[in-house]
């Protein structure tokens, strides 16, 4: 079970992110806007930010920065409604990808995965030097 932060203006795309997040068995904290996220993450250990691009006062690319520079090891999603990122804020570092709205629960479980499972390279790096360390 992870601890997942979804940021949203919007009440309803935060409900319909909680119930599938929470379906998948993880524990979820909402915030309605960029502070009140900075605020829930220095009172709860998040494992994976979910944050909206297009938020009223703070934007999600700033919260992204935010997040990122107080919080280097959590992982930041973004929510969209554009069909286009910008590649600048998807390349960051941090930034595990980006669902766009109306989305679908396997766009979600898909950016999961990318969140939490290491890419194939890493895990054969891994296993390559568990094997090193063997001998």
């Keep these: 079970m992870k601890t997942i932060l979804v940021v949203d203006d919007d009440f309803g795309v935060r409900q319909v992110l909680r ?3 929470e379906d998948l068995g993880h524990q979820v904290h909402e915030a309605e ?13 998040v494992d994976l930010a979910l944050c909206d691009v297009l938020m009223p006062g703070h934007d999600g690319v700033w919260l992204t920065d935010q997040i990122l520079a107080r919080h280097p090891k959590t992982p930041v999603a973004l929510v969209t409604g554009l069909l286009e990122m910008d590649p600048a804020v998807t390349l960051r570092a941090g ?24 890419p194939a390279a890493a895990r054969r ?8 360390d063997a001998f």
């Design 95 to 118: 930034v595990v990808g980006y669902i766009v709205k109306p989305f679908r629960r396997a766009a979600i479980v898909d950016l999961l995965k990318a969140a939490f499972e290491p």
């Design 125 to 132: 790096a891994a296993i390559d030097l568990a094997a090193l």
């Design 33 to 45: 806007d960029a502070v009140q996220a900075l605020e829930v993450m220095k009172a709860v250990a």
């Design 19 to 21: 119930r599938v997040l």
